[in-house]
């Protein structure tokens, strides 16, 4: 399988300080690929850097070959990058409907009967208000909205993050769903453990330096990875 997004030796710094270095991903054209890494190690950052919001100062993002790294991110939307952002950045105050077509692109109904056709729970709820939701359905919400255009790429940022045990299970299983519908997912998250079980590669950055990488399985073993992130137990792997 050919990869849609490789990221080569990205650097990022902003004033003085290195946010990134070196960072290296590669994301095929369906699976999940994720990158781990406590609170403050620059996975936000490297999600902005992809959608536009941040502009690396070395390396290169390739979509299909080409190179965004340059683009503005209504540009990289249009090439068909679409992010589920960090703290979900829903509209509470409007109805799920609302939220949804804010993301839908020139096909609009089309984009939205594939999001409910995903997702039918966000079906039975589109004029409820989308602060009135469970935390679990409003992330549900913000991705559904990213699913709007069918893009390309997806980048989920913590989509577990402030979520009960029960529905970061819910978020992880829809996220599989996500996959198994032939999306490819760039997935960053701090719960490693949560992450493991649903990615097929994934890389650990400290300091805005991956650290460890492979495929999940075999992270998911490892004592380095378990030491520091599973609470020093190496979880059985389905
Ligand atoms: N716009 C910015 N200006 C200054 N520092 C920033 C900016 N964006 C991110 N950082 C810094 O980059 C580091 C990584 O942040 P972030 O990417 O949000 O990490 P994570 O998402 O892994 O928690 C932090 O030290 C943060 O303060
Ligand atoms: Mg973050």
Do not use: W
């Not at 490297?46 to 690396?56: P, W």
């Amino acid at each position: 399988m050919s990869n849609i997004l490789e990221i080569k030796n990205l650097s990022l710094k902003i004033g003085i300080q290195d946010i990134l270095h070196d960072i290296s991903v590669t994301v095929p054209e369906q699976g999940i690929v994720s990158v781990l890494g406590a609170n403050g190690v620059g996975k936000t950052s490297l999600m902005r850097c992809i959608s536009g919001i941040y502009h690396a100062t070395g390396g290169e993002i390739l979509l299909e070959g080409e190179d965004i790294s340059k683009l503005k991110s209504h540009e990289i939307v249009e090439r068909g990058i679409m992010q589920a952002p960090e703290g979900r950045q829903i509209f509470s105050n409007m109805t799920v409907l609302e939220n949804l077509v804010i993301g839908a692109g020139p096909l609009g109904r089309q984009e939205l009967d594939h999001v409910l056709a995903l997702f039918p729970r966000l079906e039975e709820r589109l004029k409820q208000q989308a602060g009135s939701m469970s935390g679990g359905e409003q992330q549900m919400l913000c991705i559904g909205r990213a699913l709007m255009r069918k893009p390309k790429v997806l980048l989920l940022d913590e989509p577990s993050l402030g979520l009960a045990p029960r529905l970061v299970g819910f978020i992880c299983e829809l996220v599989s769903k996500i996959r198994a519908e032939g999306y490819a997912v760039l997935l960053v998250e701090q719960n490693v453990k949560a992450a493991l079980r649903i990615s097929d590669t994934a890389s650990v950055i400290e300091h805005g330096k991956i650290v460890i990488e492979g495929d999940a399985s075999a992270l998911a073993n490892d004592p380095r990875v378990a030491e520091a992130y599973l609470g020093g137990h190496v979880h059985e792997t389905a």
